[in-house]
C-alpha cells in the first residue's frame, strides 16, 4: 500500500472516450491503496462503461446527475468539490479540456471542477491528430499555465488503427502522479523562494531597446511549482505575457539594472533562489531621450556590461541555495559546468537551446540539471510545468537542510 495515497479524497472524472474502462483500474488501484474514491460520469462515458462497475469498486453511487442530491441539503457539485483533494480526470476529452479551458460549466464533472479549490489533473486519451490539433494544443496550454497537471498520453496503436501519441497514460503513471502530488504537496512549506523569469529589455530611446526571446514560461512554472508545495514565493519578472501564478508575490522589472535591485533586496531573506530570467549581459552606454530618426544609412551603438546579478548571488551566499540557468548553443556540458563554479552555484540547469522543444516560446524542456559536486542528473523532454517539478525534487533530495523542519 502506498501511504500517502491512504485516506485521501479523490473524484476520478470519466469522460466519453473508449479509453473509458481503464478507468475501473484507475479506481480499483487508488482503492487497494487506501485513498478514499468518489466518480463523476458525463453521459458520453456511460455509453462506454456501465456506473454499476465504478459503484461495486468504489464502494459509494456514481455521480452523474446534475441536479441530484447526495443528501438533504447537499447539491452535488458543491459537496463534491468540498470533499475533494484532488480531482483527476482519466480519461480527459478534447471535449473536457475545451469546456474547462473556456470556463463552460454544462454539467455535473465541469460544474465540479469550476466548484473546486483542490488539484485538477487531466490524463488526456483521444485520436492523435485530434491530441496534436493547434486548438486542443492551445487549450492544454492555458490550463497549464493556471496550475492545472496534464498527465503525458503515451505513443502507440489507437483504438481507431492510428499510431502515435494520445493513448492513455499507463495506469501505473496515473497512479504516480497522483501520489507523487501528495508526496511533495508540501515540502516547500514555511520556506521562502526567489525565482527570476522572462527577460529584460535595455532601452536605446524611447521606442526601441534590446532584449530576447524569452517568454518566462519556465520561470513562471518554478514559481507556481513552489507556491504548489507551499513556500512563501517571490517572483521578479522582466515583460512577458503571462498570467501570475496563483499565491505568488509579483515584482515587474524592465532592464537589468532593476532586477539586479529587486533581487538584491529580496535575496537575504529567501532560502533557495531560481535565476532563470534572461538578463541583458550589456546596454547601451547612452540612451537617447528622443526618437532616433532614421537620417544615417548606419547606427553605431556603443555597450556596456549590465550587473552580474548571479555572480553577486554567489559571492553574498550565505547558507541560501543557488540554482542558476544556462541556455547554450554550443559545448552544453562544458559551458555549464564553467558558470557553476565562477559563479558560486549550488546548481545549474543547462539546456540546449538549439534542440526543437527545448528552447525559448516552447511549452516543453529538457536539459541536464549539474551539481557542485560534479553529478549530472538528466531531465528527460517534459512540459515545463512538469519540469519544473523535477527539478525542484532534484533540488530538493541533495539539499536536506531545506526540509529540515528544524532549519
Known amino acids: 500500500m502506498n501511504t500517502v495515497l491512504k485516506d485521501k479524497n479523490i473524484v476520478i472524472g470519466i469522460t466519453g472516450g473508449i479509453a473509458a474502462y481503464k478507468a475501473a483500474d484507475i479506481v480499483s488501484s487508488l482503492i487497494k491503496q487506501g485513498a478514499r474514491v468518489k466518480v463523476i460520469m458525463t453521459r458520453n462515458a456511460m455509453e462506454f462503461i456501465s456506473p454499476l462497475t465504478f459503484e461495486t469498486l468504489s464502494g459509494n453511487p456514481v455521480y452523474y446527475d446534475m441536479f441530484s442530491r447526495s443528501g438533504a441539503w ?10 475533494a483533494d484532488v480531482i483527476a480526470v482519466a480519461p480527459a476529452t478534447a471535449n473536457i479540456i475545451g ?35 493547434s486548438i486542443v494544443r492551445e487549450n492544454i ?13 503515451a505513443e502507440g496503436r489507437l483504438a481507431c488503427g492510428d499510431v502515435g501519441e494520445g ?35 535595455e532601452y536605446i530611446d524611447p521606442v526601441r531597446f534590446i532584449s530576447n526571446p524569452s517568454t518566462g514560461k ?40 532593476e532586477m539586479y535591485e529587486k533581487v538584491m533586496e529580496l535575496y537575504p531573506s529567501c532560502q533557495v533562489v531560481f535565476k532563470s530570467a534572461a538578463v541583458g549581459d550589456y546596454r547601451p552606454e547612452t540612451y537617447q531621450t528622443n526618437k532616433i530618426k532614421k537620417d544615417n544609412d548606419q547606427l553605431t551603438l556603443t555597450l556596456i556590461k549590465n550587473p552580474d ?27 555549464a559546468i564553467k558558470k557553476l563554479k565562477e559563479k558560486n552555484l549550488d546548481f545549474i540547469v543547462a539546456n540546449d537551446v538549439t534542440k526543437t522543444g527545448a528552447g525559448f516560446k516552447e ?18 523532454m517534459l512540459n515545463k510545468n512538469e519540469f519544473a517539478h523535477r527539478i525542484i525534487d532534484e533540488v530538493l533530495k541533495r539539499s536536506p537542510r531545506l526540509i529540515d523542519k528544524n532549519h
Request: net charge negative.
Open 74 to 83: 447537499e447539491i452535488d457539485h458543491i459537496s463534491l468539490a468540498k470533499w
Open 99 to 133: 469546456k474547462v479551458s473556456h470556463g463552460i460549466a454544462d454539467d455535473l464533472l465541469t460544474t465540479t471542477i469550476m466548484a473546486t479549490k483542490a488539484q485538477v489533473m487531466f490524463a488526456p486519451a483521444m485520436n492523435t491528430n485530434m491530441y496534436n490539433n
Open 141 to 153: 496550454s492555458a490550463l497549464k499555465e493556471k496550475g492545472y497537471i496534464f498527465i503525458s498520453p
Open 167 to 201: 493513448k492513455l497514460a499507463a495506469i501505473d503513471d496515473i497512479i504516480q502522479a497522483i501520489a507523487g502530488y501528495f508526496s511533495r504537496k508540501q515540502d516547500l512549506k514555511g520556506k521562502r523562494v526567489l525565482v527570476t523569469a522572462g527577460p529584460t529589455r
Open 218 to 257: 519556465m520561470g513562471y512554472a518554478i514559481a507556481a511549482a513552489c507556491a504548489s508545495r507551499g513556500a512563501d514565493v517571490h517572483l521578479v519578472t522582466g515583460p512577458v505575457s503571462l498570467s501570475p501564478p496563483d499565491g505568488v508575490n509579483i515584482y515587474s522589472v524592465e532592464t537589468a539594472q
Open 309 to 335: 546579478i548571479l555572480k553577486e548571488l554567489g559571492k553574498q551566499k550565505k547558507d541560501q541555495i543557488l540554482v542558476g540557468f544556462a541556455a547554450e548553443t554550443q559545448n552544453l556540458l562544458e559551458y
Open 363 to 380: 511549452d516543453t524542456n529538457e536539459g541536464l540539471l549539474i551539481t557542485c559536486e560534479g553529478e549530472t542528473i538528466a531531465i528527460p
